[in-house]
């Protein structure tokens, strides 16, 4: 790939060496040959670069061109050679604000504020020209001498805008997910600015705090904490930060839009004024969530499940990358009922009609559950096994021991650990839920008398709710199509979200929470 592009480009610029490779593009030090200068050519990946028509990237990407501003990489030169896309910016000597965390962990109060200060300026200046950048973060922020300067202005929406809706064909979704807002994590297509100031807030509680407001072991729980959990304020892990910078960091990165600043200079002009307040300052973070919790996860889930797979989220490091763990799990039979504990130490599966466990410090996997036909799950700890056998649910602990009976549940179709100390079943078409500990079976909803069943697809990260399915009977035939819902445990009531045509497509995409 190199020799061809430095073929196809020798008349313009000589290729020197490879500076590293993002989620969109290959980077290259070259020079540029008319004005002998040192640039950063960047090369778009050929299968992003498959679904593109190349006369309207270049003409999509030079919107960006006529940004000039002290604290944004200007565009120099995009084009098309040899069916390669590129564009071309300064070469900056300095380092990325990404590599520079990582060094660091952490920046002193007064540095991360003047540098979030800088990009703010910049993005007031870019949403006035009507230009939202869609990919704030450490590593689109470049350091010369100390000073920001934002990378890819415009970039990512110019292949959005040049795919033509087709973007999903590559496999690949624009963004990080660590600083997605909650509109872009749920694919809504009409962002504002008001998503580049919550991105912006993100980078700075990494900068104060040393992580996103966010993480997780994968894209899929990053996205949905983003969408249904409400981050610890700065101070609770940081005591130095002044009252109104983490003020203003809790503003910026509130789950609406509409509760954010209106716009990046307000967002600046908090954090210079030590009297800044806001009416949620001194809440606890799940108490200024609210009822918009809710509704924000319902919003998440619709993007989540019509997005299909998230696997191609573009998943950047926010930190070193921890190890990455590959073996093989020698099995007899079919395999089935793949579950993975939290904190990914374990894995758990299915197999010749029992429950076996694989832990990353043994070599070989053990049966913790026999008899466990159903799909077993691991406890949110990591120390139970939920499993069905027969028409009985029973919890094993994966130390030893014999399995104990929790509830008969006949007919059972499927069982879920909740977030809160409860075991969560659907039966007879109904739902139902009974104390991991014991004790009666509190019926949430019957059954449907005209044949459409419920059926339970995972237990949100909140604890307050589940996702279900509202398949429909062959008894009703006006019933009409299968539909994924919201179940809230509190009122005991169901919200329609949006109907599905194929239902094994949900069960495979709709379980982040674990």
Do not use: C
């Not at 540029?32 to 999509?60: I, M, N, S």
């Not at 072991?217 to 130095?240: F, G, H, N």
């Not at 919790?293 to 619709?302: F, H, K, S, Y």
């Amino acid at each position: 790939m190199t020799d061809r592009l430095s073929i196809a480009l020798s008349d313009r610029y000589r290729i020197e060496r490879e500076l590293g490779q993002g989620g969109m593009a290959t980077v290259y030090l070259a020079e540029d040959l008319r004005h002998k200068r040192k640039v950063a050519l960047k090369v778009l990946k050929p299968e992003l670069a498959a679904v593109l028509g190349a006369d309207r990237f270049v003409q999509e990407i030079t919107t960006t061109a006529s940004l000039q501003h002290p604290h944004i990489l200007p565009l120099f030169d995009s084009g098309t050679a040899d069916g390669f896309l590129f564009y071309v910016m300064p070469f900056i000597q300095g380092e990325t604000l990404r590599e520079k965390l990582n060094r660091d962990t952490q920046l002193g109060v007064e540095e991360a504020v003047r540098l979030t200060t800088d990009v703010a300026d910049a993005l007031q200046y870019a949403h006035e020209q009507g230009i939202i950048h869609r990919d704030i973060k450490p590593e689109n922020i470049l350091l010369a001498n100390g000073r920001p300067m934002v990378a890819d202005f415009g970039i990512a929406l110019a292949v959005s805008a040049a795919a033509g809706g087709r973007i999903t064909e590559t496999g690949l979704s624009l963004g990080t997910p660590h600083y997605m807002s909650p509109e872009q994590a749920t694919a809504d297509k009409d962002l504002t600015g008001r998503s580049d100031i919550y991105s912006l807030g993100s980078v700075l509680y990494e900068m104060l705090t040393g992580n996103p407001p966010h993480v997780g072991a994968s894209a899929q729980q990053i996205i949905m904490k983003i969408i249904a959990d409400t981050p610890r304020p700065v101070t609770e892990l940081r005591r130095s930060v002044p009252p109104n910078v983490a003020a203003a960091v809790a503003k910026a990165i509130e789950k609406l839009p509409a509760d954010r600043f209106e716009s990046a200079r307000a967002f600046a002009q908090a954090l210079a004024n030590p009297h800044f307040t806001t009416a949620t300052s001194g809440m606890p973070a799940r108490a200024k969530a609210g009822p918009r919790r809710v509704l924000a996860m319902a919003l998440g889930v619709i993007g989540l499940v019509s997005a299909g797979s998230l696997g191609g989220w573009l998943l950047h490091d926010t930190g070193p990358a921890p190890p990455m763990v590959r073996f093989g799990i020698p099995v007899t039979g079919a395999v089935n009922g793949l579950d993975v504990s939290t904190d990914g130490t374990q894995v758990l599966f299915r197999s010749e009609g029992s429950a076996h466990l694989r832990r990353l410090d043994d070599d070989s996997a053990r049966a913790v559950a026999p008899g466990a036909t159903r799909e077993p799950r691991l406890s949110p700890d990591g120390k139970s096994v939920l499993g069905g056998a027969e028409d009985v649910i029973g919890l094993v602990d994966v130390a030893g021991g014999q399995p104990r009976p929790v509830v008969r549940a006949e007919p059972l179709s499927r069982a879920i650990w909740g977030q809160d100390g409860f075991v969560y079943f659907d039966r007879a078409g109904g739902l139902a839920r009974i104390a991991v500990s014991g004790g009666p079976v509190d019926t949430l909803l019957r059954g449907d008398p005209r044949g459409r069943a419920i059926i339970l697809m995972e237990a949100l990260p909140d604890g307050r709710s589940l996702l279900v399915l509202l398949a429909v009977g062959t008894a009703d035939a006006t019933a009409g199509t299968d539909t994924v819902a919201l179940f809230d445990i509190a009122s005991r009531t169901l919200t329609p979200l949006f109907p599905l045509r194929s239902p094994g497509a949900a069960f495979d995409t709709a379980r982040p929470a674990t």
